[in-house]
């Protein structure tokens, strides 16, 4: 019997990954929406799903906890026995800005283990399912910040370089198993992570004089998330209005 094809998208309930989790769904992905905290959101991105005609579950858990993320994932696994999860997208991410010497520790480790420690935690209790199953696809969502560093970011910028690192090597590690991993460098986003920010100037400085949406990050996860993209791996591909990285 043919098993039920998922995708799990970390940090699905808003912003990118709740655009990724429809994305997705749109081609015929049944979608685990994991979330941290709020429930409201993740059922607004699962009805947004099941609108798509395609199965929407919602799992709670933090990342960074490295046990709860063990212990929700393997008992998905144990109680759907009939499904394979194809497509993992690791969005789930934070930002925590200051400058390096006003930075306190907690600072730097939050971000570091949402954003980094994360990434490790659900990939790892995904991967020998995916390995086994010969076939999968890997989108790791990063940012500019990661390619060029921002100052007032040195931990986000150094966590999700990091991530740009995991992608690269993990690529060349699975690539004999049917499956790719990618990063996805996002400028600057309409979402609640980028609210408070002065959208009028900063858009001044992008090329296309705009923030992007959500649903053009979207895009470029369903296409490496498909069939097609099957000869795609271990790349860095920017979303960002033509900012100069
Ligand atoms: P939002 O702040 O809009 O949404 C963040 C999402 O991540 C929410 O779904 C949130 O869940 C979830 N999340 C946060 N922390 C955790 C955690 N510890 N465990 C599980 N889920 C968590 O962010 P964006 O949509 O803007 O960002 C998505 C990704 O894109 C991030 O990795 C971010 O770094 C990256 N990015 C964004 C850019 C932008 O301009 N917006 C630019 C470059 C990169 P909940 O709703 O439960 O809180």
């Known amino acids: 019997m043919e098993k039920k094809r998922y995708a799990l998208v970390t940090g699905g309930s808003r912003g990118i990954g709740r655009a990724i989790c429809v994305a997705l769904a749109a081609n015929g992905y049944h979608i685990l929406i994991n979330y941290k905290g709020n429930k409201e959101a993740a059922e607004e991105t699962a009805r947004l799903v099941a609108e798509q005609g395609t199965l929407a579950t919602l799992l709670c858990f933090d990342v960074a ?106 690529a060349q590690e699975v690539g004999k198993r049917n499956i790719t991993v990618n990063a996805i460098a996002p400028g600057f986003i309409k979402t609640d992570m980028t609210g408070e920010l002065n959208e009028q100037e900063l858009s001044a400085m992008i090329p296309v004089k705009r923030f992007g949406t959500p649903e053009e990050v979207a895009a470029l996860a369903a296409f490496l998330a498909s069939a097609q993209a099957g000869y795609i791996t271990g790349q860095v591909i920017s979303v960002n209005g033509g900012l100069y990285t």
């Open 65 to 170: 906890a490295r046990d709860g993320v063990r212990k929700v994932l393997t008992q998905w696994a144990e109680d759907n026995k009939d499904a394979v999860i194809e497509i993992l997208v690791n969005n789930a991410g934070i930002r925590n800005d200051t400058l390096l010497p006003m930075m306190a520790d907690d600072q730097w480790d939050t971000v570091l283990d949402t954003n980094l420690q994360g990434m490790y935690n659900v990939t790892k209790q995904v991967l020998t399912p995916m390995l086994l199953h010969r076939y999968g696809r890997i989108i790791n969502i990063v940012s500019l910040s990661g390619i060029k560093g921002m100052p007032g970011q040195v931990n986000y910028s150094a966590a999700k370089a990091g991530v740009i690192g995991a992608t690269k090597a993990l």
